[in-house]
């Protein structure tokens, strides 16, 4: 069996004995279809992605990986929103958004490398990101990311300031005439 086929057999057993996992750990028997729906998506996600990895010519089919990276990304809001509350909408959207953008990623990493496509996709990830952050900042979380970010500053500071040692050619050519 080749590599890349090794691989795609490999995890798809490991995300099916994950959800069964889950499903177990999560005690979804008692809930039934009410709680496991969002996994008929990701089923079909990988649905999709087997499709995808497994034809020839994948660069003339970015609805295929486009498709099965967004609904597969976006079972994730769907499942916290079951087992949460649909009131948590408000709150869980940016991950919808957030499905667009890495599905257009994929686009970019496994069809043509188009800047566009790749430009589309950090504007989206980042606005998704962004709007979590802002909603993260008025809950009890947004001290911590305040201090989170300080820190992070900081540290890009602290990394820009410090000198690399200088290059000295002179120095390589004595020691390179030495060796010789």
Request: glycine share 8%; hydrophobic share 55%; charged share 15%.
């Amino acid at each position: 069996m080749e590599k890349k086929k090794k691989h795609l057999l490999f995890g798809i057993v490991i995300i099916l004995i994950s959800i069964g996992v889950l499903y177990f750990n999560l005690s979804l028997f008692e809930g039934g279809f009410k709680n496991m729906w969002p996994a008929l998506l990701l089923l079909v996600g990988l649905i999709l992605y087997i499709y995808y990895f497994s034809t020839k010519k994948k660069k003339n089919k970015p609805g295929v990986i486009f498709l099965a990276t967004f609904i597969a990304f976006s079972s994730v809001p769907l499942f916290i929103l079951t087992f949460t509350s649909f009131e948590n909408i408000s709150i869980i959207w940016p991950g919808f958004l957030l499905s667009v953008g890495l599905g257009i990623i994929t686009v970019y990493v496994y069809g043509q490398k188009k800047k566009i496509t790749l430009f589309l996709s950090q504007i989206t990830i980042a606005a998704s990101l962004l709007i979590w952050i802002i909603f993260a900042m008025r809950s009890k979380f947004g001290l911590v990311i305040g201090v989170v970010l300080l820190l992070t500053g900081a540290a890009f500071l602290a990394r820009g300031l410090i000198r690399e040692p200088e290059y000295d050619s002179e120095i390589e050519t004595e020691i390179d005439a030495e060796d010789e």
